[in-house]
Nanobody
Framework: QVQIAESGGGVVRPGGSQRLSCVAS????????MGWYRQAPGRQRDSVAS???????NYVESVQGRFTISRDIDKNTVYLQMNSLKPEDTAVYYC???????????????WGHGIQVTVSS
């Protein structure tokens, strides 16, 4: 019922920038929150950034000032602009949506399949 498609990612040099995009499509009534997690090799999946339906953003301390989360409500799309990238930012990045499906009254959570970001010289 909901399809999640991520784009962006790849290899970037330290200090470089990259932009991730994630779009949700399908029988969506409304979206309440969007965000990004990441998982580095051998580590758990951790939150990176989120944005609420009111536009309130939150970031993990390690990316504050370097990453910016934004959204396009009309396109059901969330973005993650990553600047001043560091090798420790290397991970698989996952987007998520908290949304209500058409004809439903409940929130459901939907995840992307993940996209690799590698920061290396």
């Amino acid at each position: 019922q909901v399809q999640i498609a991520e784009s962006g990612g790849g290899v970037v040099r330290p200090g470089g920038s990259q932009r991730l995009s994630c779009v949700a499509s399908g029988s969506i009534d409304s979206i309440y929150a969007m965000g990004w997690y990441r998982q580095a090799p051998g580590r758990q999946r951790d939150s990176v950034a989120s944005i609420s339906n009111a536009g309130i953003t939150n970031y993990v301390e390690s990316v504050q000032g370097r990453f910016t989360i934004s959204r396009d409500i009309d396109k059901n799309t969330v973005y993650l602009q990553m600047n001043s990238l560091k090798p420790e930012d290397t991970a698989v990045y996952y987007c998520y949506f908290h949304l209500v499906l058409s004809g439903s009254l409940q929130y459901t959570e939907h995840w992307g399949h993940g996209i690799q970001v590698t920061v290396s010289s």
